[in-house]
């Protein structure tokens, strides 16, 4: 049985998006799609004693339709720049002077100019400190072809999926039906229900990114993500073998 999840990717996102991957044999990124401004494409959430703040990776202009996977940074000094930021922020949360090492190298490491690789470097970096193992692809690596569903339909099959993994805001675009016929079943990732961690500045936001749960739990982060077992079967026959 091998499980898939297909999205695009983000930066430094939320702690949701990690334990999506930790529950997929296969997560991939879907950056050949449409790029959206002022999403979670190219910033992210932190939480600060004024409130939650936006760090955003600076992008150049381009044209409208460009893909994820087409847009490229427009500062090279913003890795320090927010680095210097998240330290200052979270300089006195109980777990930074242990993971700070980590993190700093992950910032002053990041010399990408796409996005999409910007994203995936955050992304490898973090599962690694959150001791989260995961194998990460490209949508582009495998040429889907289709519109909407039958494009993520065509994704799993050529990744060999049994299962497509999904949360539950694609509920109201997702045609199961297609699956269903692919021999491919879908299963719905439910997000409620995270424990509460030592945060500073009340009042608690579940809705950060991962690095506001690494620097106040440090080790303890992935204790804080879910098991299997908040899975939710969908309704929709036992799923067969993958068509090819």
């Known amino acids: 049985m091998k499980r898939v999840a297909v999205v695009q990717s ?120 959150l001791g989260i193992p995961a194998h990460l692809t490209r949508a582009e690596d495998y040429a889907a072809t289709g519109t909407r569903t039958e494009r993520l339909v065509d994704l799993c099959r050529k990744a060999g999926a049994d299962e497509y993994l999904t949360g539950p805001a694609a509920r109201a675009y997702l045609d199961e039906s297609l699956f269903d016929r692919a021999g491919i079943g879908v299963r719905w990732f439910d997000y409620s229900g995270y424990p509460e961690y030592p945060q500073a500045h009340p009042p608690f936001d579940h809705h950060v990114s991962v690095l506001d749960l690494i620097f106040n739990t440090g080790s303890a982060a992935a204790g804080y993500l879910k098991s299997a077992r908040h899975l939710e079967n969908a309704q929709c026959p036992a799923a067969g073998p993958a068509i090819s």
């Open 10 to 129: 983000n930066y430094i996102p939320w702690k949701g998006y990690f334990d999506l991957i930790a529950h997929v044999d296969e997560f991939i990124l879907f950056d050949d799609v449409q790029y959206t401004d002022r999403d979670w494409r190219n910033r992210n959430l932190v939480k600060t004693a004024a409130g939650p703040k936006w760090l955003s990776v600076p992008v150049r202009r381009g044209p409208r339709g460009r893909l994820i996977n087409e847009v490229v940074a427009s500062d090279p000094d913003w890795p320090r720049a927010h680095w210097l930021l998240l330290a200052q922020t979270y300089r006195k949360a109980p777990c930074f002077e242990a993971v700070a090492p980590a993190i700093e190298r992950l910032y002053l490491g990041c010399r990408h100019d796409r996005l999409s690789d910007v994203n995936r470097h955050f992304l490898e970096g973090l599962l690694d400190v």
